[in-house]
């Protein structure tokens, strides 16, 4: 491995570690709560490393979702040779694991940010979690199993902005029910609909 490649896993890994940390204070104490010092001190890097990376604590927010990409990244390694609706039921699963254990609390604000950033994206095609549903959508387009009525990439943003919804229905609810079942009762429907 050269020395460039070295260098960005490094820094790869210490903003992976200072979003964790991150997440896991805001959950124990609340954001407002948590300081600068208190997150560098629990990823174990430094103050210039934190803002290296992120121009203030609120910054945070901004990168909210790209910890839930990362963490469904990781989880859904390997997976790739399950057949397609597994993967998306297995996806959805551990989209809602991952909401659940950040908390609603800390969902409405990584969501807060967001509204309140006029340059954000409503949906990124770059984020992972987006691109493996995509991805889960055109296998079963290409076995037949997809209604050709709906284009694989158009019914992954439906199902991602309806179960978007699910969860912001979730924070106004304030995490008074668990997600999955919400998730896979709307799942099983979308199911039903979206077949040939």
Same mark, same amino acid.
Not at 33 to 59: L, M, N, P, Q
Not at 75 to 86: A, D, F, I, K, Y
Not at 91 to 116: I, K, N, P
């Given at each position: 491995?050269?020395?460039?490649?070295?260098?960005?896993?490094?820094?790869?890994?210490?903003?992976?570690?200072?979003?964790?940390?991150?997440?896991?204070?805001?959950?124990?104490?609340?954001?407002?709560?948590?300081?600068?010092?208190?997150?560098?001190?629990?990823?174990?890097?430094?103050?210039?490393?934190?803002?290296?990376?992120?121009?203030?604590?609120?910054?945070?927010?901004?990168?909210?979702?790209?910890?839930?990409? /990362? #963490? $469904? %990244?990781?989880?859904?390694?390997?997976?790739?040779? &399950?057949?397609?609706?597994? *993967? @998306?039921?297995?996806?959805?699963?551990?989209?809602? /694991? #991952? $909401? %659940?254990?950040?908390?609603?609390?800390?969902?409405? &604000?990584?969501?807060?940010? *967001? @509204?309140?950033?006029?340059?954000?994206?409503?949906?990124?095609?770059?984020?992972?979690?987006?691109?493996?549903?995509?991805?889960?959508?055109?296998?079963?387009?290409?076995?037949?199993?997809?209604?050709?009525?709906?284009?694989?990439?158009?019914?992954?943003?439906?199902?991602?902005?309806?179960?978007?919804?699910?969860?912001?229905?979730?924070?106004?609810?304030?995490?008074?029910?668990?997600?999955?079942?919400?998730?896979?009762?709307?799942?099983?429907?979308?199911?039903?609909?979206?077949?040939?």
């Amino acid at each position: 491995m050269d020395y460039q490649t070295r260098r960005q896993l490094q820094s790869d890994h210490t903003r992976r570690a200072i979003l964790d940390a991150a997440a896991k204070l805001t959950k124990e104490k609340g954001f407002e709560k948590v300081s600068v010092r208190d997150i560098c001190r629990c990823a174990g890097v430094t103050t210039g490393a934190f803002y290296h990376h992120f121009a203030s604590k609120e910054d945070l927010l901004n990168q909210g979702f790209a910890s839930m990409d /990362a #963490f $469904m %990244e990781r989880t859904l390694e390997g997976s790739e040779t &399950l057949p397609p609706l597994e *993967r @998306l039921e297995k996806l959805l699963r551990l989209y809602a /694991a #991952f $909401m %659940e254990d950040q908390g609603w609390e800390t969902v409405a &604000l990584y969501y807060g940010r *967001r @509204l309140a950033d006029p340059a954000a994206e409503s949906m990124s095609p770059s984020r992972y979690t987006l691109r493996a549903m995509a991805d889960c959508l055109n296998t079963l387009a290409r076995q037949g199993i997809l209604s050709p009525d709906y284009a694989p990439q158009w019914t992954a943003e439906f199902l991602f902005r309806h179960f978007r919804g699910v969860v912001i229905d979730w924070i106004l609810h304030r995490g008074s029910y668990p997600l999955w079942p919400r998730l896979n009762q709307d799942y099983q429907l979308f199911n039903k609909a979206f077949r040939a």
